[in-house]
C-alpha cells in the first residue's frame, strides 16, 4: 500500500497526466492548422485510463515488465513519457502529424519507450500472453543469460474483449499454462457506436475463470466504500449494482444534482443523510468513485497479487472521467470544444501560457521530483535491447534428384539440427497443428517440443511404432499451437522481439497451410509493423495441391507477399535456390540498419525484416546443382536468367515457383518457331518490383544512374519482344513485368478458386500446362484464335 503522501503525489500526477493527453489533443484539432479532415483523438478513452496508467507506471511497474496499452489512450501514455523527459514538446504538438507521436503507440514510429504496439484493438492484449510464453522459453535455455521474469500487462478496453482473437489466445494460454500475464480491463461499458449490454461483467469473469485465470473485480473505490459503512450505505451500494450502464452513464454527465434528484426518488429516507452530508460537486465525486478511478483501491489490488498466475482485473471507470465529456454516449470521438476545454483548464488549475508545461496542473510540487527519482519502472532508461548477430552457416546443400521445395525445407531444417551449428540452438520453431505436414517432423525430432515442464511421449513408452517423438520439456524448440492462425503470427510477433525485449536473439520459424494466411492476416500485418523478425513457410501453395480442392489452395498469397512490408517474400522452384535463400535469411532476419538503399539493386536490405517463403509439395526434376556467386546473388535479388534470350528474342517466358517444368517444356516447343526465347526465373516478384519501384523514385529525386535488378534483366529485350509470365497463384503477381521497359505482357496464372484433381488436370483446367503456355504464345503472335491454333510436336 502506498504512504500517504505517495498518494497525494500520485494523485497530482494523474491529473497532470490527464491534462496534458486532453490538451495534447485539443491543440491538435483546435489550435494547429489542419488538413481536409479532423485530425481526431480520443480524450474520454485516455481520460478513462489515467488512474489505472498512473498507478502501474508509477508504483507498481518493474524494470522487467512490459506494457501494452490500449491504442485509444496513446495520448496518456505519451503524456507519461513526456513527464519523465522521454518525450518532446515538438512531438506532441505535432501529434497525429508528420513526425509526430502517433495516433497509437507505436514501437516503430514512436520515439518513445513503446514496449508493445497496439494499433489494432485486442491484438496487443494477446501478444502480452505470447510474450509471456517466450519469455518462458528463454528462462529454460542454458545459453540464455538469467534474468528476472517481467510481467506482460496489458490495458483493454471493453469493447476489445468482442475481438475474436482473444478467446483464441485464451486458450492457447491455457494449453501453455501460461504466467506472468496481466490484463486490466477498462470497463467503461462504452464504445464507439453505444453502451455495452448489461452484465457482461459475469461473462467476462466466467470466461477468464474457465481458462484458469484469476480474477480481481475493482468496482468501488475508497469514497463509495466509505459511504457504503454510513448508514443507508447498503441501499446506495444495492442501488448502484442494480444500475443499467446507460442510465449510470447519463446521470454521470448531468452531475451532482441529477444524481441527487434520482437517489431521492428511488431511494428516498434510506438515503437522506448520505446526500444530506454532500454538495452536489462531492455527491458526483463520489458516484464517480469506481475502482478504476482509485488510486488507493488499484494499488492495493495490484500489490495484493503474490503469484505468477495469469490474472484479469475487471476495473469499473467512467469514460471521460474528469472531463466535460464524462459519461456521454457519443465521446468515443467525441472533442472537448474550446469552451469545454476552457472549463476543463480551469478546474486543473492550468495558467494561460503554460498549457505546455510539464507540471502545470501540480499547484504542490513538494516532493514530486524526488518521488520521480525513485520510480523503478524508468530506473533502468532505456527499454530497448539488443542482441549480438549469430552467423549464418552457409547453404545447406541437397542431393536429391526429385523433391518438393516442402520437402527440402524440412531436410534443411533436420541438417541445421544435426550440425550442432550456433544457429541451430537459437531457430524456435511452431506451427498451427500442421507441425507434420509442413515438414517440422525431423527438426522435432531432433529438437524436441517445449514446455517449462517435461512430458513423455506415451506412443513411445507404451512401444507403439511412430514416426514422432513428442517428448515435452524444458529444452525443447518446438513451441506447438492449435489450429488458430492468428495465435500462430502473434508468437511469431514475440518470439521475433526477443533480441529487443529481453536481449537474446531468436530466429523464429513458423509454418502454415499458405491459404490459410488468410487467416492470420491481421496479426501478421501487426507483427511486421512491430519489426519483429521470424521467417515464415507457407506450403503447399497454389493448385499444385490438386486433390484437395479449392479451399485449400491458395491463389492470392504471393501478392499480400508484394504488399506486406517489411516482409521478403520468395517463392523459388529449386532446392539450390531453398538453400541459398534460407541462409540468406538467418542473416536478414537480424539485420538493423540504418536504411540506405542498395544502389545495385535498390533495396534496403541493410534494415532488414521478416522473411516469407512460398513454398509447394510437388516434387520436382532438379536441375545439376549451381553455386557460383552470380546464381545465388540473382535468387536473392529476385530472378536470374534459366535461359538467356538471344539479341532478337520475340519471346521470354517468365516463372516463380513450381511451374517450372511447364515453362521449360514450353520453351522448347516455342523455340521451334520463335526466335531467341528466353527463360527468366524469378523468385521474388516482391523484391523486383521493391526494387524497380524505389530506382523510379531515386531517378525522380535526380539520380539518373539508378537502375533496379530487374530493369537490368530486361535491359537488352526488344521492344516487340513479348512477356509470357507463369505463376501458380494470381497472375497479377507477375503482370506488371511489361510497364518496366514496355513489353507487351501475356499474364498467366489462377485468378479462380481450384477444385480437386489432379496437378496435370487443374494445370489443364487454368491454363498453366505447357499447351496452354504455347497456346498463348502461338495464338497472339499467329494472328489466329487460341482455340483455333495447335503447336507443332
Known amino acids: 500500500m502506498a504512504a500517504n503522501d505517495d498518494l497525494r503525489i500520485l494523485a497530482a500526477l494523474e491529473k497532470q497526466l490527464l491534462w496534458t493527453a486532453c490538451w495534447t489533443i485539443h491543440a491538435a484539432n483546435h489550435l494547429r492548422a489542419k488538413g481536409e479532415v479532423k485530425v481526431g483523438g480520443h480524450q474520454a478513452s485516455s481520460a478513462s485510463v489515467a488512474s489505472i496508467l498512473t498507478a502501474l507506471y508509477f508504483h507498481v511497474l518493474r524494470p522487467q515488465d512490459r506494457m501494452a496499452v490500449k491504442p485509444h489512450a496513446g495520448p496518456v501514455f505519451h503524456a507519461i513519457q513526456y513527464m519523465m523527459g522521454n518525450q518532446s514538446r515538438a512531438k506532441l504538438?505535432?501529434?497525429?502529424?508528420l513526425g509526430g507521436v502517433q495516433a497509437y503507440p507505436s514501437r516503430t514510429k514512436d520515439s518513445d519507450d513503446v514496449d508493445i504496439s497496439t494499433g489494432s484493438v485486442g491484438l496487443g492484449v494477446a501478444f502480452t500472453a505470447f510474450a509471456s510464453i517466450v519469455q518462458d522459453y528463454l528462462a529454460a535455455k542454458p545459453w540464455a543469460t538469467p534474468q528476472p521474469l517481467g510481467r506482460m500487462i496489458a490495458i483493454v478496453g471493453d469493447a476489445e474483449l468482442d475481438e475474436g482473437n482473444i478467446y483464441e489466445c485464451l486458450q492457447e494460454g491455457w494449453k501453455h499454462d501460461l504466467r506472468n500475464t496481466w490484463w486490466i480491463v477498462d470497463y467503461n461499458r462504452q464504445s464507439l457506436d453505444g453502451v455495452v449490454g448489461e452484465?457482461?461483467?459475469?461473462?467476462?469473469?466466467?470466461?477468464?475463470?474457465?481458462?484458469?485465470?484469476?480474477?480481481?473485480?475493482?468496482k468501488h473505490g475508497a469514497l463509495q466504500r466509505a459511504a457504503f459503512a454510513e448508514e443507508g450505505g447498503a441501499a446506495l451500494a444495492a442501488w448502484i449494482d442494480a444500475c443499467p450502464n446507460q442510465l449510470y452513464s447519463a446521470l454521470t454527465f448531468q452531475g451532482g444534482a441529477a444524481w441527487r434528484r434520482r437517489l431521492t426518488e428511488d431511494l428516498g429516507e434510506a438515503v437522506a443523510g448520505i446526500l444530506a452530508r454532500r454538495s452536489d460537486e462531492a455527491l458526483g465525486r463520489l458516484m464517480s468513485n469506481l475502482g478504476g478511478h482509485c488510486l488507493e483501491t488499484l494499488i492495493d489490488a495490484f500489490d495484493a497479487i503474490d503469484h505468477d498466475r495469469p490474472t484479469v482485473f475487471l476495473a469499473y471507470t467512467i469514460k471521460g472521467w474528469g472531463t466535460p465529456l464524462a459519461g456521454h454516449?457519443?465521446?468515443?470521438a467525441g472533442l472537448m470544444t474550446p469552451a469545454q476545454m476552457a472549463e476543463f483548464q480551469r478546474a486543473c488549475g492550468v495558467e494561460p501560457g503554460r498549457e505546455w508545461?510539464?507540471?502545470?496542473?501540480?499547484?504542490?510540487?513538494?516532493g514530486v521530483a524526488e518521488f520521480l527519482e525513485r520510480v523503478p519502472f524508468f530506473a533502468g532508461?532505456?527499454?530497448?535491447?539488443?542482441?549480438?548477430?549469430?552467423a549464418a552457416p552457409g547453404p545447406v546443400a541437397l542431393d536429391d534428384a526429385q523433391l518438393s521445395t516442402q520437402a527440402g525445407f524440412g531436410k534443411i531444417l533436420d541438417s541445421l539440427a544435426a550440425s550442432g551449428a550456433p544457429i541451430a540452438e537459437r531457430i524456435v520453431t511452431t506451427a498451427p497443428d500442421v507441425t507434420v505436414s509442413t515438414n517440422l517432423g525431423p527438426w522435432v525430432n531432433r529438437r524436441g517440443l517445449f514446455a517449462r515442464d517435461a512430458l513423455a511421449d506415451t506412443f513411445r513408452t507404451e512401444r507403439i511404432a511412430s514416426t514422432q517423438k513428442w517428448e515435452f520439456s524444458p529444452a525443447g524448440q518446438h513451441i506447438e499451437l492449435g489450429i488458430a492462425e492468428?495465435?500462430?503470427?502473434?508468437?511469431?510477433?514475440?518470439?521475433?522481439?526477443?533480441h529487443s525485449l529481453w536481449g537474446e536473439r531468436l530466429l523464429p520459424i513458423g509454418t502454415v497451410y499458405d491459404p490459410f494466411i488468410c487467416r492470420g492476416l491481421d496479426a501478421l500485418n501487426y507483427a511486421c509493423y512491430q519489426s519483429a523478425r521470424f521467417l515464415l513457410i507457407g506450403t503447399p501453395s497454389g493448385v499444385a495441391l490438386a486433390p484437395e480442392g479449392g479451399a485449400h489452395q491458395s491463389i492470392s498469397t504471393p501478392l499480400i507477399g508484394m504488399a506486406q512490408d517489411g516482409l521478403a517474400s520468395f517463392e523459388p522452384a529449386y532446392?539450390?535456390?531453398?538453400?541459398?535463400?534460407?541462409?540468406w535469411a538467418f542473416d536478414y532476419l537480424q539485420r538493423d540498419g540504418d536504411g540506405d538503399p542498395d544502389e545495385r539493386t535498390w533495396l534496403r536490405d541493410e534494415t532488414g525484416g521478416s522473411v516469407y517463403l512460398r513454398l509447394s509439395t510437388r516434387p520436382l526434376e532438379q536441375p545439376a546443382r549451381r553455386s557460383d556467386p552470380a546464381f545465388r546473388q540473382g535468387v536473392v535479388d529476385g530472378a536470374h536468367w534459366l535461359r538467356p534470350p538471344g539479341p532478337n528474342a520475340d519471346v521470354v517466358l517468365v516463372y516463380q515457383g513450381c511451374v517450372a517444368p511447364e515453362v521449360i517444356e514450353a520453351a522448347g516447343r516455342i523455340g521451334e518457331f520463335r526466335r531467341d526465347v528466353g527463360v527468366l526465373a524469378v523468385t521474388s516478384a516482391d523484391r523486383l518490383n521493391a526494387g524497380w519501384t524505389a530506382a523510379q523514385r531515386a531517378r525522380r529525386r535526380g539520380n539518373a544512374r539508378a537502375r533496379s535488378h530487374v530493369e537490368t534483366l530486361l535491359a537488352g529485350l526488344p521492344a516487340h519482344c513479348t512477356l509470357v509470365t507463369v505463376i501458380d497463384g494470381h497472375p497479377a503477381t507477375l503482370a506488371w513485368l511489361g510497364a518496366v521497359a514496355g513489353h507487351r505482357t501475356i499474364p498467366i496464372g489462377v485468378e479462380h478458386f481450384g477444385q480437386s484433381g489432379s496437378i496435370a488436370e487443374l494445370y489443364r483446367h487454368h491454363g498453366l500446362d505447357a499447351d496452354g503456355i504455347v497456346a498463348a504464345v502461338g495464338g497472339l503472335t499467329e494472328g489466329r484464335r487460341i482455340d483455333e491454333w495447335r503447336p507443332p510436336r
Open 93 to 97: 504538438e505535432a501529434y497525429r502529424a
Open 486 to 498: 492468428m495465435n500462430l503470427f502473434l508468437l511469431l510477433g514475440a518470439a521475433g522481439l526477443a
Open 357 to 366: 508545461e510539464r507540471f502545470a496542473a501540480i499547484g504542490d510540487l513538494s
Open 381 to 390: 532508461g532505456p527499454r530497448r535491447r539488443r542482441a549480438a548477430k549469430i
Open 575 to 583: 532446392l539450390d535456390e531453398l538453400s541459398v535463400l534460407m541462409d
Open 199 to 218: 452484465g457482461l461483467w459475469a461473462r467476462i469473469e466466467a470466461v477468464f475463470r474457465a481458462f484458469g485465470w484469476d480474477v480481481v473485480t475493482l
Open 329 to 332: 454516449k457519443d465521446n468515443h
